[in-house]
């Protein structure tokens, strides 16, 4: 199989995190570290690729810093890499980012797409599912166990309250992977220095610009939310008290 | 039951050879690589019939990115950054030249500053700088010079051959808390090297083997060590200016503990605040985070930090015992540098420069061993011969008794420092001996019950988190992560001693001298009787790497070892 993995460079979980000075997103004196379930995703890709053979490709769209997303993976086994290198790639609108990554991708020819479901920053969950589109292809969100069959994929999908749901999919397809479908793997010492040779395409935003369209979305406003303490003390008898608390958790605080 | 980090046994490992291993990633590693690079570089340019591959050459650094373990306040002078890359200030990362600088001495409520700055302070000409930002910066000049740096890998054990040193093991990765391999088990590699520069930082745990195996360190002149705690504050602008820096003495301590503060100011509205407290203290209730925070509550802090933003914590140790506490800083195969040998000047309170220069004279002798292809005891002596002959000893051997001085406290410390300052170096006397500060520590009924005016600092701070935080607060804030699903690196050699012996002599000072709450007395139900018992627990996961623990414990049975690469502190920006 010819595996696509989509990977995001995201700032680190429990990074304490600033504004930036216009309000608009937040300073970028922090750690970055791999999008959580991308890194799963490349974990899944390897292991299928060590059971069937194939190719492993990752792609990222994000500033300079971000390669260092991808030598991490080419250090965990992947084949080969490609970086969008522009700074605004850490912003546009979710579309724009699957269309660069279609636009990317056009001369070659994958089996399957993994991605992460979502990411750790945004957490729009929607570049995945535009890339299907894109493409013209199925796709599977929630991915939490692959198998290939004759006819494609088998996949099991993680729904709400610990229900499940198995369905098939033809090859090519789009899929989308939740965090702990597998166990990470560490990268090696002969592995980071084999990295070393390996192939990283750069492409720049004006490579894929006339595929872009118009970004539709920008950030206005980002703003810490205000801690808002409010004590109310109820008055009347114990009926009347129940009542109005049972009125103010079901239409203020819409609890119950 | 603690399951405590050993490596693996009975595992085949992967096996990498190597030219030069350097061992750690701060300054003095980073240092010892662009050199070897830059020598190799010319050395290929000149003779390329016979020329010399960088591709076996390897950085291993324990952080998960390049410069995240590294602590100080931190002022570099430049002279050793303008031999290594002459036009260095133009593209590093730097905050800003000292402009201004002053030294006060603290009462409890009051200040008195010191009517001019002593030459050794006065710091026109450095830079203030964030360590964190200048290594992550050397990091990429390294990488980019062609050398391979390993982030994220420990070097857990030194590997010997008889009497020489071969290489390291790296750390095993994917042990769980009872020392079982994981599904994504993956052993540590031998890594073999002709040569291995250790360049480890303060108490470094392949050093610490070394030392203990060749016996490198002079009994008479132990090392001694201090711990910085260092916090990052947002302020208002207008109160330090960019560049200036402040000292001072005396309070929350007492004139019998060694120790001081600095206040840098690194940009108009960022300041670097950190306490130093010297690890030779009497009272083990001394609590050097506690003493930290009782320093900012001083009106003069107070005034400075007022309606500001604590962003960072760290703390980390180091080592103050100068030239003459020097371990023996070569062997067979192996050469020592930066904090892990003491390049560190205690009176100027410096040790960035000095790391940097001891990394490039390794390289260079390094360089030459490959050139000879002999990395015996006797090519590597030209290591000590270089810095002998360099401004490094111009610069240490005479200050060479400055801490010793302060032994008997501060005044009889300023007194001989100054006595020491007129006689170029000399004491009335033989050089002063040096004894581990570990030694010092006294038993809790031994001491004075009325504290000696220092309540300030004993004992755990409780914060008022606004100006002043608890330890797990603090630890919060300096990003520490590890693998929960691990063996417990702190290794101690024999619990029995925590739980019995040490509770009855010392009240267990762990408790009060980790900065990062690692260790804590737990009640649990007692093994003979119904009666609880307190049983040390020690939360691993908050460790900042500090090696404090290492150092000061009074019976000597904690092994700080390397947790799972890439685990720790993160020290951005700091």
């Known amino acids: 199989m010819k595996i696509l993995v989509c990977m995001k460079q995201v700032p680190q979980k429990d990074a304490p995190l600033k504004l930036n000075e216009a309000g608009t997103w937040i300073r970028e004196d922090v750690s970055y570290e791999v999008n959580e379930p991308d890194a799963y995703a490349l974990e899944e890709a390897l292991r299928q690729k060590e059971k069937h053979g194939g190719e492993v490709v990752v792609v990222t769209a994000g500033p300079a810093r971000a390669q260092q997303v991808l030598r991490e993976a080419l250090a965990k086994g992947a084949d080969r890499a490609i970086h969008l290198v522009d700074d605004s790639f850490a912003t546009i609108d979710p579309v724009s980012t699957a269309r660069a990554i279609a636009a990317a991708i056009e001369s070659e ?133 129940a009542k109005k608390l049972v009125d103010k958790l079901r239409n203020e605080a819409r609890v119950i | 039951m603690i399951h405590f980090r050993t490596p693996i046994e009975g595992v085949e490992r992967p096996r990498m050879e190597a030219d030069v291993v350097i061992v750690g990633g701060g300054p003095a590693g ?35 990115e390049a410069g995240q373990h590294c602590l100080s306040g931190a002022l570099l002078d430049p002279r050793s950054m303008r031999e290594l890359l002459p036009s260095f200030e133009k593209e590093a990362p730097i905050d800003g030249e000292c402009t201004k600088e002053s030294i006060y001495y603290l009462t409890r409520t009051g200040k008195r500053r010191f009517p001019f700055t002593p030459p050794p302070m006065r710091d026109h000409g450095n830079y203030v700088i964030s360590i964190n930002k200048f290594v992550k910066w050397m990091a990429e000049k390294v990488e980019a010079a062609g050398i391979t740096v390993f982030t994220g890998f420990a070097a857990s054990e030194v590997l010997f051959d008889g009497d020489a040193v071969i290489g390291v093991q790296t750390d095993d990765k ?100 950190g306490y130093v407290t010297g690890l030779d203290y009497e009272d083990p209730r001394t609590d050097p985070h506690h003493a930290f925070q009782s320093f900012k509550e001083h009106p003069v802090l107070r005034g400075i930090l007022k309606d500001g933003k604590m962003i960072r914590y760290g703390a980390k140790s180091l080592p103050y015992g100068g030239w003459n506490s020097m371990p023996r800083l070569f062997g067979h195969g192996w050469m020592l540098a930066g904090d892990s040998a003491g390049f560190l000047n205690s009176q100027r309170l410096k040790g960035i420069h000095l790391a940097i220069k001891s990394g490039m004279l390794a390289a260079e002798t390094a360089f030459d061993a490959l050139l000879a292809g002999d990395a015996s005891a006797p090519e590597l002596a030209t290591y000590k011969a270089r810095v002998d002959a360099s401004w490094i ?182």
């Open chain 1, 109 to 241: 020819s994958f089996d399957v797409v993994l991605t992460g479901l979502q990411s750790d920053d945004f957490g729009f969950a929607q570049t995945g599912v535009l890339l299907a589109e894109l493409l013209g292809w199925p796709h599977g969100t929630i991915i939490i166990g692959i198998e290939k069959t004759e006819t494609g994929l088998r996949l099991k999908r993680e729904l709400e309250a610990g229900h499940y749901q198995w369905m098939d999919i033809p090859l090519p397809c789009v899929l989308t992977i939740q965090s702990g479908i597998n166990k990470l793997r560490y990268a090696t010492l002969i592995g980071i220095k084999q990295a070393r040779n390996k192939p990283v395409k750069q492409m720049t935003l004006a490579d894929v610009a006339d595929k872009l369209g118009t970004n539709l979305q920008t950030i206005e406003r980002l703003y810490i939310p205000v801690k808002q303490k409010k004590t109310e003390m109820l008055q009347g008898s114990s009926a009347e008290i």
């Open chain 2, 30 to 64: 980073m240092a010892c690589a662009l050199r070897l690079a830059q020598l190799i570089d010319a050395h290929n340019a000149a003779h390329p019939d016979a020329a010399l591959s960088k591709e076996n050459i390897y950085l291993l650094e324990k952080s998960r």
């Open chain 2, 174 to 273: 994917g042990i769980d808390k009872n020392g079982q391999p994981k599904a994504n088990f993956e052993p540590g590699y031998n890594l073999h090297a002709k040569v291995t520069v250790f360049c480890e930082g303060a108490r470094g745990s392949c050093t610490k083997q070394l030392v203990e195996r060749y016996r490198l360190e002079d009994p008479k002149h132990a090392q001694v060590y201090g711990v910085g705690i260092k916090e990052l504050w947002e302020i208002p602008t207008g109160r330090i200016a960019k560049g200036e820096i402040i000292y001072t003495l005396g309070y929350p301590l007492t004139t019998k503990e060694y120790g001081g503060a600095w206040i840098y100011g690194m940009r108009d509205s960022l300041l670097s605040v």
């Open chain 2, 393 to 574: 000893r111009e610069e240490l051997y005479p200050v060479r008794n400055f801490h010793q001085a302060f032994e008997h406290g501060l005044w009889q410390g300023m007194a001989k420092a100054g006595l020491q300052h007129v006689m170029g170096g000399a004491n009335l006397g033989p050089d002063s001996k040096a004894h581990p500060g570990y030694e010092n520590m006294r038993h809790v009924n031994a001491l004075n019950p009325f504290r000696e005016g220092r309540m300030q600092f004993l004992g755990a701070a409780k914060g008022d988190r606004k100006l002043t935080f608890d330890k797990l607060t603090d630890v919060y804030y300096s990003g520490t992560r590890h693998e929960d699903d691990q063996p417990t690196h702190l290794v101690i050699a024999d619990l029995s001693i925590c739980n019995d012996r040490c509770t009855k002599e010392f009240g267990n000072p762990c408790q009060f001298f980790c900065p990062a709450a690692v260790y804590e007395m737990v009640e649990e139900a007692g093994e003979k009787s119904s009666a609880p018992e307190k049983k040390l627990h020690i939360s691993f996961a908050n460790c900042v790497h500090c090696k404090t623990c290492d150092i000061q414990d009074p019976y000597q049975i904690i092994t700080w070892v390397p947790p799972e690469g890439g685990g720790g502190p993160n020290y951005d920006g700091m």
